[in-house]
């Protein structure tokens, strides 16, 4: 029997990860582990950020599927920008409205708004739907 061996976890539910979460501070290893590239954009002027100002990777079922530029308003969660990765699957806009829900309620609030450019229209009419 392997050490490895045992009980597998429960699979959690999708959550977004801060910039500086641990498990996505150190680059190459991201790049290595998952083909993600994760680039703090603040700093960046506007026009060459390709994500957003403060960009948050979405994880599911072991890999980065996605990312959310989001943004707390008395009115919200407003998602400014969003992106699927090329490899992410169906499900992508059900996990990203699941962590968008979730992000939500931590923060006391339930409604959640999508920007009319956050993504491309096929993006942005996937997460509307799935968000409803």
Known sequence: MS??????????????????DNLIWHRFRVQRLFGF????QAYKPTARREHGY?????????RLIARAD?????????????SFE?????ETAVHF???CRNLATATGTNRISIEADAADPPT?????KALR
């Open 70 to 82: 989001l943004a707390f308003t008395p009115a919200g969660l407003t998602v400014h920008q969003a």
């Open 86 to 90: 090329p490899h992410a699957g169906p």
């Open 54 to 62: 403060y960009v948050c990777p979405l994880p599911a079922d072991g």
């Open 37 to 40: 590239t994760q680039v703090l």
């Open 97 to 99: 409205a699941g962590a």
């Open 124 to 128: 942005t009419a996937a997460l509307r």
């Open 3 to 20: 050490t490895l061996a045992g009980p597998v976890a429960a699979p959690r539910e999708p959550v977004f990860l801060g910039p500086f």
